[in-house]
């Protein structure tokens, strides 16, 4: 099935979400990613602020100022479509609505450093399938920054809701999987 296809099917889906929902199926995934080794042991994380009924991942950025471990999010570089630069968040104050209405770290209040290596990657997503590819909104953001040399032993976890799990969806040569596909009913591990 084509890939635009799906797109547009899951984002309705997904858009048409009751906020009930949105937060149960939220929590679960995001208790999930706490319960990890890899969550606990990690200095560095690398999360995301959610948008249009996105997996709410917000309870993992206080996780991860209130355990001390450095915090960096995406920031859409203006003119530069797919392409970001990642900065470190000290609190929700230093974000800003950025690209695409996306709160962004301040490039004026944050650090923006060289080399952003941290030791997990939450990334969102339209859908994925049980290989960890996964379909964004296409403009290949996250296959980019997953194409870069990355710690030795990082994670990289893609969370979406039950029904994003999708199947048959066709994988270009640029498409960068995850390690691990998070849902509200399952944590699925790439073989």
């Known amino acids: 099935m084509d ?37 606990e042991q990690a200095d560095e994380v690398l999360l995301y602020w959610p948008i249009r009924n996105e997996v709410d991942v917000r309870p993992l950025l206080q996780s991860a100022w209130d355990s001390g471990k450095k915090l960096f999010m995406p920031c859409c570089r203006r003119n530069e479509p797919g392409v970001m630069d990642f900065g470190v968040v000290r609190a ?9 209405g996306i709160k962004e770290p301040c490039r004026i209040q944050c650090e923006f450093p060289d080399a952003v290596l941290p030791d997990i990657i939450v990334v969102p997503g339209v859908g994925f399938d049980r290989r960890g590819y996964r379909i964004g909104f296409g ?28 199947e048959g969806f066709p994988v270009e040569p640029w498409d960068k999987a995850v390690q691990v596909v998070c849902t509200d009913k399952d944590m699925i591990w790439k073989s």
């Open 92 to 100: 929700e104050k230093e974000l800003l609505s950025g690209s695409f």
């Open 139 to 166: 403009g290949g953001y996250y296959d980019r920054f997953l194409a870069r040399p990355q710690k030795e032993g990082f994670l990289s976890v893609g969370v979406c809701y039950s029904f994003q799990l999708v």
């Open 3 to 39: 890939k635009e296809v799906i797109r547009q099917r899951l984002l309705k889906k997904r858009s048409e979400m009751p906020g009930p929902d949105v937060d149960f199926m939220s929590r679960k995934i995001v208790n999930a990613l706490k319960e990890l080794k890899q969550w």
